[in-house]
């Protein structure tokens, strides 16, 4: 994730051509799906290109026992053909999908009940071709856009953790592992994370925003 962080980064900033005067610049704030919330600075280019880039994701939430978490980090290049609000954009961006529950392990040998976190982590990239209007990047002010979509992901990586809460039991991990408990926490955990990480979602956006 930080070396992909690292990549977007760098892209965003190559996107600025050499100039002696200064590039308009602003912040914008976004709602939509797959990244419900999102922070972005803007900036206009020319007359028939804009980007920005921008932090999101969604603080964690509850599906059924399994906790959930998104974070993502995107650089973005808007082509404006008409000089207008209207553009055909894309979107380089790397996320994480952090899906975690909490199982109680029993073990019969030695006989005892430990709370175990199961954790799996997806890390992966994506490309969002898109659309949309974007009004008020012809002067300083309020920005006002809807964008629409589809993020197409790849390089997915998993890491897996497992966790005693009580660290006294870490020495009993390999026991732990064996128990049917542990394989539904495990299976459940890995399921959740990867139906987000790993499947096509298509891009909704409405953002608001100022222009300085």
Do not use: C
Not at 189 to 201: D, I, P, Q, S, Y
């Amino acid at each position: 994730m930080r070396r992909a962080s690292r990549v977007v980064i760098s892209l965003f900033l190559l996107s600025y051509p050499l100039s002696s005067h200064a590039v308009p610049l602003g912040g914008s704030f976004s709602a939509g799906l797959p990244h419900p919330l999102n922070l972005a600075l803007e900036a206009r280019v020319s007359e028939t290109f804009s980007g920005s880039i921008s932090l999101g994701g969604l603080p964690t939430v509850h599906q059924q026992e399994v906790a959930l978490s998104l974070s993502t980090l995107n650089a973005r290049g808007r082509w404006h053909p008409f000089s207008g609000a209207f553009f055909l954009g894309g979107i380089l961006g790397a996320q994480k999908i952090k899906g975690s529950m909490t199982e109680d392990v029993v073990l019969t040998s030695p006989s005892v009940v430990i709370p175990t976190t199961v954790s799996l982590a997806v890390n992966n990239l994506y490309l969002t071709p898109h659309l949309g209007w974007l009004w008020g990047l012809n002067a300083p002010g309020l920005l006002f856009g809807v964008e629409a979509g589809v993020q197409l992901p790849f390089g997915a990586r998993s890491s897996l953790e497992i966790r005693p809460e009580d660290p006294a039991y870490l020495l009993l991990l390999p026991l732990i592992q064996a128990t049917p408990e542990y394989q539904k926490a495990e299976s459940d955990v890995e399921t959740a994370a990867n139906r987000v990480g790993k499947l096509v979602f298509p891009y909704v956006a409405i953002r608001l925003g100022w222009l300085f």
